[in-house]
Every structure is written in C-alpha cells, then in structure tokens.
C-alpha cells in the first residue's frame, strides 16, 4: 500500500556543492539540533495534524467522497426506481420483484471469493473504473428499451444479475482501497464521512426517484441512476495516490489466494460471529426488501411519490447512525458501541408491518429509520474494525469472503420474502423476517465480543495463528 506519511528530510549535513573543496580542518561545530516546535506541521508519529478539517484536507480522500456520495445517490435512486419499473409499468407479482432482487445478490455465491483474490492482484482503484463504465451501460439499456417499447421483466431480471456481478468486484475493490488513501488512526473517521456522506445521498435519493417518478415516470429514474456512476469515475480518475499491487512473482495459485482468505476469517472468533450475525441479519432485511414496495403500494395504498417519501424519511435514521457513530464508539468502546447499535434494530423493526393498519404510518416510518440508524452506526463500526484487524495483503479476499456470505444472504432472503410473499401475504413475510432478525440479535448477545469493551485493532492482540501470506 502507498504510504500516506513518508515526507522528505532535509540534505545530508557536510555535502559542498559540486565542483568545490571542502576547508582543511576539523569540521566547524554544528549547533545542537532544534527542538521541534507545538506550533503547524506532522506531530511525532507521522500522522499529520488536521485539526477541525480533519481528512477533508486530504485531496484524495475529498474525491473519494465526492465521487462515492454521488454514486451512492443514484444507486438510492435506483433502489426505488427499478422495482417501481417492476410494479407500475410491468405489474410483477411478488414472486418475479423476489427473483429481481435476489438476481442483484446472486452473483455474491457464484464469484465472490474469486473476485476477493482478483482484486488483491490489481490496482483497486482501476478496477472501481472499469465497474463505473460497466455499471452505465447495463443500467442505461432500460430506458433504451422502455423508450422501443421492448422491456420486459426478463430484462430487469438480467440487469439485476449483471449488475450485481459488476458489483461484486465494485464493493470488493472499495472497501480495500480506502486503507490506501487513509492513515489506520484515521479509518473511523475516514468510515463515518463516506457513511454520513452515503446516508444524506440515501435521505435524498428515494424522494427524488419518487419525485422523477412521479412526474416523468419510474424509467426516467432509472436514467438518472445510470448518471451518477459517470460522477464517480471522473472523481476516481483525479485520485492521485498510487498502489502497488503485489509482483507476479509473488502470486501463488488463485485457489490458494483464496484459502487464506477463507482461513483467515474462519480461523478467528470475532469474524467468525460477525459474518453469521451479519449473514443472518441480511437475510432478513431482504426478505423485507423483496416486498417493501409491494407491501407501501398494495398494502399501505402510497402513490410512487409517497414511496419514495416513506424511504426518504427512514434514510434520515442512517444519515444519523452514520454521523454519531464514532461518538458513540469514542463514549462507550467499539465493542459495547456496536452491540448496542446493532440491538437497537431488531424492536423497532417489529413496527413495519403494522404500518397502515395498527398504528399509524408516520409512527412506523420513524421506528424504521430507527432501526435503520442503528444498522448503519454499526456497519460503520465493524468496517473500521475488518480494515484495521486484517493485514493489508489480505483485506481484499477477507472482505470478499465475508461478503460471500453476508451478501450472498440477500439473495436468499429475497427469494424466499418473494416466495413467502405468496403464502403468508405481505405483512405476514415481514412478520417472519422480523423474527430472524430477532435471532440474529441473540446471536451477538452470546458472542465473545459482548464481554469486551473495545474491539482489537490488531490480529496479534486476540492470540490467534497468523495467516502466512
């Protein structure tokens, strides 16, 4: 990886310009060395001193962002838009919207542990180029289509599944190269301003796609997600840090790559009981994806706009756990902070499926992004902690194989919400995943994490074998 803190010394002491002699003699005396002052510059340890601006001092980091929120902004659009496309214009039942959703996730079991172990021979940033490009033609051929007339459901099928596989290789590469542009002190924060960032493109992006929708149409929408992907490859282009990617020489069979990833995670105790609470919580979350918008639109009775309102109005809750993240880490410790995140989603989750019809729709919502803040607080909270635990050389086939597995349980929970949808009804799918949610959040109480106040920074700290790289 590129050190981000080497600086340059002053010249050697004793040189003469060339072509002059040094003075015979003894050398003259040289005063004692300064003291370094507390006034501008890097204090002892390399890291240098920010203050109030903290890492938005850093350029590449600032582009990062920029190109990163905007992208996010059109995937929180194209969140709302696609299954909008699915419902209002191709009038999908609940079963093909679940196959749409678990054809984004799919692609996670098929490839995600060889994209972790490609990635990690490649320049990162390279490959989140190619991903934008990829990413603005598959989703740019649904208006295409709309507009000849020739859109079909097997299409949103294919766009789903291609995307997905774009993604897997996108997320992959992301989560890996912020360790190259952000000092290891700095990762908590450097997680909380990309996640805040996010979460303010997620508060906006359903109301503007149920505003596009509304007024222009959900395939417009749709449009405006493959723009923004146009946003993060310029940004991505500016980045001036370079990477190193490890030497051909170097490089060992792709399947022994990949073993030391799989090794690596489920060889420790603390990634161990991570993947499975996450694993577990994903599969419930897109369960409820699967049928979210069917259950506003059927159930709830919301025009596209107010669907877009409802998501809008929960991304707020994600806006905040992202922000108050690394207070809450700073006040009661990593590990104590991501129990109590985490555990703040499960009761508030149970107030989804009564929205409408029990309780108000206000009341539910707000619950919601709740339990969307927590969510998302403690995502930022165990990101910082993989990027900071797992050895550089290995954090890319680390972050595929744990996201084989959380992700790969989108795709199973959003096929089964999408065949649940059809036997127990809409509210009665969400009834079910709220109660695996629930299961996950035991899962996490009786892990070795909840007796520890912080986390540990370090393979090393836990006593574990390394993994040889």
Not at 79 to 106: F, K, N, Y
Request: charged residues 15%; aromatic residues 6%.
């Amino acid at each position: 990886m590129t050190d981000l803190t080497a600086a340059t010394g002053p010249p050697a002491e004793g040189t003469a310009p060339a072509g002059t002699k040094p003075p015979a003699g003894p050398p003259p005396a040289q005063p004692p060395p300064a003291q370094p002052s507390p006034g501008p510059g890097p204090p002892p340890g390399g890291r240098p001193r920010r203050g109030r601006l903290g890492l938005w001092r850093e350029a590449d980091f600032r582009r990062l962002w920029t190109g990163e929120v905007t992208s996010a902004l059109g995937t929180a659009i194209g969140a709302v838009a696609l299954p909008l496309v699915a419902v209002v214009v191709l009038d999908v039942p609940p079963l093909v919207l679940g196959v749409i959703t678990a054809s984004a996730w799919l692609p996670w079991l098929l490839i995600g542990l060889l994209a972790g172990a490609w990635v990690d021979r490649l320049p990162r940033r390279r490959v989140m180029q190619c991903c934008d490009l990829l990413f603005v033609a598959i989703y740019l051929s649904v208006p295409v289509a709309a507009w000849l007339g020739l859109l079909t459901a097997g299409q949103l099928v294919v766009v789903a599944l291609l995307s997905g596989t774009v993604r897997v290789f996108f997320h992959t590469a992301y989560g890996a190269i912020v360790p190259t542009l952000v000092a290891k002190p700095d990762l908590l924060e450097a997680n909380v301003k990309l996640r805040s960032g996010e979460s303010a493109a997620e508060v906006a992006g359903p109301g503007l796609a149920g505003l596009i929708g509304q007024l222009l149409g959900p395939v417009s929408a749709v449009l405006a997600h493959a723009a923004s992907y146009l946003v993060s490859l310029l940004c991505l282009s500016r980045i001036e840090t370079t990477e190193r990617p490890p030497e051909r020489s170097a490089r060992r069979g792709i399947r022994q790559e990949i073993a030391e990833g799989v090794r690596f995670v489920a060889g420790d105790r603390y990634l161990r009981v991570l993947v499975c609470f996450s694993a577990m919580g994903n599969f419930a979350l897109s369960g409820i994806q699967a049928v979210q918008v069917l259950f506003l639109v059927r159930t709830v009775g919301l025009e596209p706009g107010g669907v877009g309102a409802v998501f809008a109005v929960v991304s707020v809750g994600g806006l905040l756990g992202a922000t108050l993240a690394g207070r809450v880490a700073r006040r009661w410790g990593t590990a104590r902070a991501l129990l109590y995140c985490e555990l703040l989603a499960a009761p508030c989750i149970l107030l989804l499926p009564m929205a409408g019809t029990q309780i108000p729709l206000a009341v539910s919502t707000l619950a919601w992004g709740v339990a969307v803040g927590g969510i998302v607080a403690g995502n930022v909270i165990s990101g910082s902690f993989f990027q900071t635990y797992t050895p550089g050389p290995l954090l890319g086939r680390v972050r595929a194989t744990t996201s084989t597995l959380n992700y790969g349980s989108f795709a199973v929970g959003a096929l089964t919400g999408g065949v649940l949808g059809g036997l127990l009804g809409l509210p009665g799918t969400i009834w079910a995943m709220c109660a695996v949610l629930a299961g996950a959040g035991a899962l996490l109480l009786l892990s070795p994490i909840r007796p520890l106040r912080e986390l540990p920074t370090a393979r090393e700290e836990t006593g574990a074998e390394p993994v040889t790289l």
